[in-house]
């Protein structure tokens, strides 16, 4: 395990610019997660630590070593893909001994086996060992996928939306499981998605990606309750954060240059009353909270409010704001 | 799904048009079967039989034909024949009773292991380069991809007789002519354009996610190669060399203007078989049905591979 720092890194594809100038230290141990839309760069940011694309300027740097020039294989980085991540022509063991026998490693066969059932055992796949990798559910497909990551111990672990491609429930059971095991092994592990669930939840710290560049690097906590503007801001949190022009609601105290307030549902204060200044437009029930949609004026608003909310569709409410957050013109944050 | 047989799917052909399908594929099949059906039993033919008209379909076979292929004989007086030993073989016994006495063998076997060599040495290396061809074409930014892919197939558009003289003036100045070695360069330059298109077909099918894995996990881009493309590849390239191989094998202008003795294949070589007062139809079925087998061995060691190839990656594995 090693640290990994980017220094200033770019890269183009024809016109499109899909990293611009990202500089990331991934500390050795540290989970990673990148958090940004198709399309921000993220799996190209993966691509260029593991050497599959060149970058057109910038430093990658493994364990304190510039890797320009250096082939994918003498990186010493494991790699897991979004899709096609088994190779279809061989059995599950197979899969996971092939890093191992691969001629930059070639460790003796009793060192192989053991390897591979240990990591086996550790993604839960050791039972279907000699299964055609075609022959598996999608689940046990990624999991041998982040096994035939896990059988090396490289300097990083770069996983590209491993977990994407599954249903909910799945993702749910992996999400835990990978976060265990990177916690057993202690592995550095830089981790891309666009899934804000898995970023809150697995990550050390959290890198917001937007077109191309880094936008803001925080623990989750810091990402989510101290956002650097409105773009990092609207990536977390669900219901999506409410941005209202200044003015419109009560409470809080905008500083000088308050353009927008981002509201999320912590940030709102409703008292039932006749004559307040909102209305309620429209509640989803989704069993255990409700979603409010709320009209202030020509604004809708969207929070969360528990079941035994005593209101219905057409009240009037007392909306404030506590302790909102503020942007000014340019989106930067205000404190 | 599993239930797509029931009467009630719309996507399913009902039991009606399956059978009426199936008959007509029979009959078809049928219909393509006669001429081999004719060959194979003219072969067993006597040549009086053979030439019989109205045609015989019941007949007394005789291995006279496979005879007549594998020797050349001679005409002698009953006496000469009479004074002999008893017959050697069961050829020699029949040859015999046309009076006559094998002299030696025949040039078709060599001609045969001519085919064999040439066919089979210009599949392995139309494929071979064309596997390397295809998996650069499909993996790397070649510049001028389109217009080098376009003119490796041009290289097929004209008919063979187009370019046999130049070919022939070519081969004479560099003593190629009448050798094994300029019918695999020539049949190999043929071959290689479909070879290329076919296989960057199937190459491209394959994800690259698979050797940029390999790569990581530390291969070099060739040894991921091997390793991972290859095996998936298998399909596409069984496909391709039985097509390169029935070119090849088939192959007729170019053979019966550039090769005349030593190098001569099979093809040119069938239709000079003549027997005494005309051609040998039993002998040259003969050689007809044996030129036929591995070809036919080939295509059903590899008929999986083949529906796959010809149906051009539109069944998925």
């Known amino acids: ?39 921000s760069g993220k799996t190209t940011t993966l691509r260029l630590i593991a050497g599959l694309e060149k970058p057109d300027s910038g430093r990658v740097a493994i364990a304190g070593r510039d890797v320009a020039g250096e082939a994918p294989a003498s990186r010493d980085v494991a790699f897991v893909f979004q899709q096609y991540s088994l190779y279809p022509h061989l059995t599950v063991y197979e899969n996971l001994a092939f890093p191992l026998r691969s001629p930059a490693r070639r460790l003796p066969a009793g060192e192989i086996d053991a390897r591979v059932r240990e990591v086996a055992k550790m993604v839960r796949i050791d039972h279907k060992l000699e299964n055609r ?43 835990l499981e990978l976060k265990r095991i990177q916690n057993e092994i202690g592995s550095t592990l830089l981790y891309v998605t ?9 990550a050390d710290r959290i890198g917001i990606l937007a077109e191309g560049r880094l936008a803001q690097i925080g623990t989750p906590r810091e990402i989510y309750s101290n956002p650097a503007n409105l773009h990092v801001a609207a990536r977390l949190g669900q219901p999506h954060i409410n941005l209202i022009p200044e003015g419109l609601l009560p ?38 909270q409700n979603h409010l949609h709320i009209k202030v004026g020509q604004h809708k608003l969207v929070t969360l409010a528990d079941p035994y909310l005593a209101v219905g569709r057409g009240d009037r409410i007392d909306l404030k704001l506590r302790n909102p957050l503020y942007f000014d013109a340019g989106g930067q944050r205000l404190t | 799904m599993s239930n797509a047989t029931s009467a009630h799917s719309v996507v399913e052909p009902s039991a009606t048009t399956k059978r009426i399908a199936g008959i007509i594929v029979v009959l078809y099949a049928i219909v393509t079967m006669v001429p081999l059906a004719w060959i194979f039993m003219t072969s067993f033919k006597s040549p009086p039989d053979s030439i019989s008209y109205p045609p015989k379909l019941v007949f007394t076979p005789t291995l006279e034909g496979y005879c007549n292929l594998f020797t050349t004989r001679t005409r002698q007086t009953p006496e000469y024949i009479q004074s002999l030993g008893p017959p050697q073989s069961t050829c020699d016994e ?48 070649v510049p001028l991809a389109d217009d080098l892919l376009f003119f490796i197939l041009s290289t097929r558009m004209m008919p063979p007789i187009a370019v046999a003289i130049p070919i022939y003036l070519m081969y004479r100045e560099l003593g190629l002519s009448d050798t094994a070695l300029g019918m695999i360069l020539l049949y190999t330059a043929v071959n290689v354009s479909l070879a290329v298109w076919l296989l960057k077909g199937f190459i491209d099918e394959i994800p690259r996610e698979y050797e940029e894995a390999a790569m990581i996990d530390g291969y070099t881009r060739l040894q991921a190669f091997r390793k991972v493309v290859l095996p998936q590849a298998t399909t596409g390239i069984a496909a391709t060399a039985i097509f390169c191989l029935i070119f090849a094998w088939n192959e007729y202008a170019f053979a019966v203007l550039l090769t005349s003795g030593s190098a001569q294949t099979a093809p040119p070589f069938i239709p000079t078989i003549i027997g005494e007062g005309g051609m040998d139809w039993p002998a040259v079925a003969a050689g007809t049905t044996i030129f036929l087998v591995p070809i036919l061995v080939f295509t059903i060691l590899l008929r999986k591979q083949l529906l796959r190839g010809i149906t051009f990656g539109a069944v998925r594995k």
């Open chain 1, 1 to 39: 395990m090693a640290e990994v720092t980017l220094a200033g890194i770019s890269k183009a594809f024809g016109e499109t610019q899909a990293v611009s100038n990202v500089s990331l230290t991934v500390r050795d141990g540290d989970f990673v997660v990148l958090l940004g839309p198709t399309g």
């Open chain 1, 133 to 175: 990798s075609t022959r598996l559910s999608g689940g046990e497909m990624q999991r041998v996928a982040i096994g035939r990551a896990l059988v090396r111990k490289p300097a990083i672990y770069l996983m590209d939306e491993p977990l994407s491609s599954l249903d909910a429930k799945l993702r749910a059971e992996l999400r």
């Open chain 1, 194 to 202: 666009h899934d804000q669930v898995e970023a809150m939840t697995m």
């Open chain 1, 251 to 288: 409470g809080g105290s905008a500083p000088r240059g308050t353009k927008t307030i981002g509201a999320r549902t912590e940030h709102l204060e409703i008292v039932r009353s006749g004559q307040g200044n909102a209305e309620i437009d429209w509640i989803e029930h989704l069993g255990d």
């Open chain 2, 94 to 141: 029949i040859t015999r009773s046309r009076n006559m006495v094998i002299a030696g063998p025949s040039n078709y076997w060599p001609r045969f292991t001519n085919s064999m060599v040439i066919a089979f040495g210009s599949t392995f290396l139309a494929v071979f380069l064309g596997t390397l061809a295809a998996y650069g074409f499909s993996r790397f930014r």
